[in-house]
């Protein structure tokens, strides 16, 4: 997001108002810029200092000045019922999204490891949601479900699959990791502990939505952005 300022109208030339007025990129400067052409707005010289006020407030407006939602503004219900922006979080280096569902043996079998990475990386600037994505589990067996595996996170439902298609997920237990932008840099398995349906290592060998995270925190590039994940199909996934 451009940085903000109450000094817009610094960039803009008081003494020769042309083309030259708009330093702005995109469709934005230009719907701006033929908005004032066509109306001859540039040639009233009695009304400078109000067209470059307005021209200013458009800037700030379309380029997102004065909004402070995430740029992304999804809103997704929790349980109890609020719509909540799940990107809009302070100060996070990262925002890790885990799909699950209430009645799926694998990913029922993760909530361990799932309740050991947020105890790692919560306190390190790390936002974790827990998503549940399929539309016939009841908010009662969700609560109840996040109480008999003691998950920590702050969990959302996600019914109408709009988290499900940004971060481009189709099982659970699958995850999803997003920089504070917004940019999508990892969806896929949490680890390979297992390596197919009932096919599984005694223990998982490569952690990596672990690797994603210490590779975030440590301003390093991830090594892959996506693995293959196993577990419970979800539903008309797109």
Known sequence: MPRCSSNVAADLRLTQIDSE?????GTTGMAIQKLFW???????????????????????????CGD???????????????RVDPFQAIDAKAIVFIFVSTDCPISNRYAPEVRRLNSDFATKGVKFWLVYPNRDESLAAIRKHTTDY??????LR???????????????????????????IYHGRIDNWYADFGKQRPAATERDLEEVMKAV?????????????IGCSIPNAQ
């Open 21 to 25: 007025m708009v330093r702005m990129s």
């Open 38 to 64: 066509t109306r001859g707005l540039l040639n009233i010289t009695p009304a400078r200092g109000v067209v470059l006020a307005i021209l200013a407030a458009l800037a700030m407006l379309l380029m997102g």
């Open 68 to 82: 402070r939602r995430s740029p992304n503004q999804l809103r997704i219900s929790d349980l109890n019922g609020e």
């Open 150 to 155: 003691e998950f920590p996170l702050k969990a």
């Open 158 to 184: 996600d019914p109408d699959h709009l988290l499900v298609r940004k971060a481009m997920v189709h099982v659970t237990p699958e995850a999803a990791v997003f920089l504070p932008n917004g940019r999508l």
């Open 217 to 229: 925190l440590a301003g390093k590039a991830v090594r892959r952005a996506t693995t293959p994940a």
